[in-house]
């Protein structure tokens, strides 16, 4: 599938958007506004270490309409391969997420969110209502069977379409939510399609919500994983040296070639 957005860069084997939380805004709402249905991607590290180690879920990313980025290391990164890149372009859904909403409240739209455990989502929705009245929620947690044909995962698909949301998040964890998107992208009645990550365990409180200024000088994972040490570890300590053969393929492809 063809990508229309502008500003598409390469870095470490994986094709990104240079794009702001305004800019993003502005597509959801021209996706909505048009009644399209796309989806919206992100790449961090985390998300380059499984297109490197499952070949199958780049499949997921070449359907985007467009991929942000998330992760301070990729923006520094595309600095040093000689990209105009800035802090703007580092967009997390920790930053985005209120921005997002301040849209869909102005517009009514109905956001229905797919991820977390049993009850996490009805409360951040809660909680989001409180500021943003005019949106109507959906959710359903994340725990259930993702095989295509199984019965919970085809009643989930009949209550989306039966919602027919402006915003779908599928927030379960890469690579989990990115293969349940690609597995059913063409069965859902939405608009845009978004992979989501933990956004609303955050609001929830179900996970601590690191400092937004440790995002913006490349140390929220460091508060993370202090937070969290067994389940981060991997990701912050391995995938990344796994990814050093890759880093040599841009570097030899940007200066030597």
Known sequence: ???????????????????????????????????????????NLHSVYFVEKLPEIKKFWEMAHATHIDGMPLIWWAKVLGYD??????????????PLMKLANENHWKIFYLGGKPGVATIASTILNKSFPNITFQNHSGYFNMEANSEENLR??????????NILMVGMGMPRQERWILNNFKQVSANAVLSSGAC????????????????????EWFYRLINDPKRLSRRYFVEPILLIPVVFKDIRSRYFL
């Open 156 to 165: 989930i698909i009949k209550k989306i379409n039966q919602f027919s949301p």
């Open 85 to 98: 890149l800035n802090k703007e372009n580092r967009i997390t859904y920790l930053d985005w997420i209120y």
């Open 200 to 219: 609303f365990d955050y609001i929830a409180g179900e996970q601590k919500t690191p400092p937004r200024f440790l995002g913006k000088i490349g140390l």
């Open 1 to 43: 599938m063809k990508k229309h957005v502008d500003n598409e860069i390469e870095i470490l084997g994986v094709k990104v958007n240079q794009l702001t939380i305004d800019t993003l805004n502005c597509m959801v709402l021209d996706i909505v506004g048009s009644d399209k249905k796309k989806i919206i991607a992100h790449h």
